[in-house]
């Protein structure tokens, strides 16, 4: 069994506390909403510094996020670069490290500003109508490529402002589409695109920079998840290349995303994996411009293939497979300035760990593989990262490139975590269904006493393709049941990502078999191993595939909780089906349309087992959610309402598939936590 970093005092090393360390108070979700947020992170190309920002709310709820810069081996104090009201965000330096560039909305519009670091103001370098959403300098420094949101029959960006002036003068409101998508995630659309511009950094303000995607029906950078890691240039600054979905009239039901290259001048766009029907993201190139990296699924219409590690050499244009038999997927590529080694993170094991690649063999090491690290950058002999788990809201820290000489390089939230007590927490291990090896977590209430019995709040992730790991959430954050005196207990049931391709494919065509199978075993093993879990005050709850996890359990697993919470869930796998708008999604997990597997559907579809339910439910869901539309929260509840089962419903007219405002977040908690007391009898 695979244990984790538990203690806290090995979490936070390096970590000095203040005068308030001898009496922290349990972590409450006041104190989630208030963590500084370390974001926007750039090390410096000759690899001695490092800026990032920190995002502080004080104690009115106020935020303001600025930008400072430390030298990576401590030779230099902290100092703050910025500090106008809003915020700085998307960092990047100049090749000769002299300058830095960022985004603000200083003025009311998001755009771009340098700021020289020898001293002196930062100034607005782009005087566009329009947000710039994003940004990639090229290698020398000498341009930009920006993202903004335009209608792509427009060729002039004043075009585009206008057309969305009069729209929003508008006196009608029916919005008109000729084909899907129609919206996404929680946005309807509005004929606009997300698309790319280049301009040269001369001295002068930007005003007209050329649109290199003009044409493009689709988006680049895909919205809403993806960003600028999709776009880069290549190093000879003679082209962008991006990521885009092909064009085609079945954007609704297909994930063939492909990578294109264009002149910076513009005009046409030659697709570079046009071979490939599925997914191509993050085209990285080495310094020398020798290879060009990037990642690619092989099964269309699936989001959650493994990524392959793909490699092209731009001079004989070979292309191979780098470490095809490594079962594990990247989410993110850098090379090392060898041009030669990659490094690479990927979900691992409960953990989401950093490793090192060898592009001519195909030999994978591991470098650091505790709590949840996305790379910042990599020097000839240190890798910078940001550091999260458990116990960390995420640190910067870097490493050797053997893994030894672990540094941490910030502490942005010392003062507020030296009040804070966490609970401690360990991996474990059981025999799952077929009886392969399943992990999870449990973590211990904060006050814990030994000899003491304490109810179970049992956390299942969505996805399904997902994981609750080592890791530090701002939205379903396991410490705060902990803090509020509940046992937690988390899953990593068949489906799960990290644990090779196969464990991860296995939930596809059977959503309620070997999951269930997983909890209910994850269940009573962990209740074994640790005698401190009373089972009989337990209460489930989980979101999205969680939340549908809550309704089959209501039908096929009805006295196995006190309560259950469904945040999202699925209800009616039929009437889901026409409502959602990735349809690529569950026609990929459930083999076909509705039409071409109703069989499927109506087999693992909550709706036809309601006649089983009877566990008191609390049901929660967002009117702004497009994923998995508000209805089907709305049915599951009055269901209950007119069976007589218990049953309160918590609907946010603002909230999309997630809850963001801090202050909804703090009512998620409050009725969630009140819910599960009231069952448990705390």
Known sequence: MKKTALILALATAGMTFGSNAAS??????????????????????????????????????????????????????????????????????????????????????????????????????????????????????????????????????????????????????????????????????????????VAKLDGKPITAPIYVTQGLDTETPPKPFSGMEEVTFTPDGKFVVYSAKAPSSSQAWQTNYDLWQVPVSGGEAKNLTEANKAWDAQPT????????????????????????????????????????????????????????????????????????????????????NEGSNSLVGVTSERIVFNHKSLVEPGDLYSVALDGQQLNRLTQVNEAKLSKIKFGEYQQFSFKGWNNEDVYGYWIKPTNYKAGTKYPIAFLVHGGPQGSFGNGFSSRWNAQLWAGAGYGVVMIDFHGSTGYGQAFTDSITQDWGGKPLEDLQKGLAAVTQQQPWLDADKACALGGSYGGYMMNWIQGNWNDGFKCLVNHAGLFDMRSMYYVTEELWFPEYEFGGTYQDNKELYEKFNPVNYVDNWQTPMLVIHGEKDFRVPYGQGLAAFSFMQRKGIPSELLIYPDENHWILNPDNLEQWYANVLGWMDRWTQK
């Not at 690899?47 to 502080?56: E, H, L, N, P």
């Not at 003025?107 to 109508?129: H, M, V």
């Not at 690619?296 to 793909?310: C, H, T």
């Not at 090392?336 to 490793?355: E, H, K, M």
């Open 24 to 197: 922290p108070e349990p972590f409450t979700v006041q104190h989630l909403v208030k963590m500084n947020k370390l974001h926007s992170t750039a090390l410096s190309n000759d690899g001695a510094k490092i800026v990032y920002a920190v995002k502080k709310i004080d104690d009115k709820g106020e935020a303001q996020s600025d930008l400072y810069i430390q030298s990576l081996d401590g030779s230099q104090p902290v100092k703050q670069l910025t500090s106008a009201p809003g915020t700085e965000h998307s960092v990047a330096f100049s090749h000769d490290d002299k300058k830095i560039y960022f985004l603000a909305a200083r003025d009311g519009s998001s755009q771009l500003y340098e700021l020289a670091l020898d001293g002196g103001e930062a100034k607005q370098i782009s005087k566009l109508p329009l947000d710039v959403e994003g940004f990639k300098l090229s290698q020398d420094s000498q341009q930009v490529v920006l993202n903004m949101r335009v209608f792509p029959q427009c060729e002039q960006l004043s075009c585009t402002a206008d057309k969305l002036a009069a729209e929003a003068e508008r006196s009608s409101t029916g919005r008109e589409y000729k084909q899907l998508m129609v919206r996404h995630w929680d946005t309807w659309g509005d004929h606009t695109r997300s698309h790319l511009f």
């Open 285 to 368: 190139f080495s310094a020398d411009g020798r290879y060009m990296a990037y990642l690619a699924m092989s099964k269309p219409g699936f989001e959650a293939d493994r990524y392959r590690i793909m490699l092209r050499d731009t001079v004989t244009n070979q292309e191979k497979e780098v470490a095809p038999l490594w079962d594990r997927s990247p989410s993110s590529l850098t090379f090392a300035p060898d041009n030669r080694t990659l490094y690479v993170t990927a979900q691992d094991v409960g953990q989401v760990s950093i490793f090192e690649v060898n592009t001519q063999f195909g030999d994978v090491k591991t470098i650091y």
